[in-house]
């Protein structure tokens, strides 16, 4: 079991699982699942070096990606030994570097900063990050629907 890489012109990268199998005697490839499309500019974040001219590395993006990998292959469990994941998961890795928790803290805390900077102070606004990511700050809770609708109100009357 090992990823194919399907490369079409001016398209993004496609991850897809196969397998080798004989059929009649000739080598085949047998496709298992689709994984996903890897987007070169959300992982180089071009609109993050535009606005402050230092590299986001795509911290968010490769985060999620990761997330929605892990879930494919957490649901080929049955079909996919751990041996074969851990392989399938190193070879992903060279195309799609995991982000790490500095990467993640980095990049959050300034999308942060402009967030603040645009908007002013905003409590609970923050990026989403995929559950269980390491380096993602602790989040406060968010507030009951009810109190959220009031603050709107209130922001929109201007008694806020």
């Known amino acids: 079991m090992y990823v194919r890489w399907q490369f079409v012109f001016n398209k993004c990268p496609t991850a897809v699982l196969v ?13 298992i ?3 996903g499309k890897v987007d070169y500019r959300a992982m180089d974040d071009k609109n993050y070096l535009a606005r402050h001219g230092t590299s986001g590395h795509g911290a ?18 049955n079909r ?7 392989k399938v998961e190193a ?3 060279r195309e799609v570097p995991r982000p790490t928790a500095e990467e993640v803290a980095t990049y959050d ?8 900077s645009e908007h002013g102070e905003c409590p609970g606004c923050y990026l989403g990050w ?8 602790p ?3 968010k507030p009951p629907e009810s109190e959220r609708w009031a603050n709107v109100i209130a922001a929109i009357t201007g008694r806020g």
């Open 91 to 93: 070879a992903l890795a």
């Open 33 to 35: 699942a689709y994984l």
């Open 139 to 141: 989040r406060p809770p």
């Open 80 to 86: 996919v030994l751990p041996d074969d994941r851990r």
């Open 130 to 137: 995929p559950e269980g990511l390491a380096g993602v700050p």
């Open 60 to 77: 968010h993006y490769r985060a999620w990606w990761w997330y929605r990998i892990s879930k494919k292959l957490d649901a080929l469990a």
């Open 109 to 116: 805390l300034r999308c942060q900063a402009d967030m603040r």
């Open 19 to 31: 397998e080798s199998a004989r059929v009649n005697g000739k080598p085949r490839q047998r496709h």
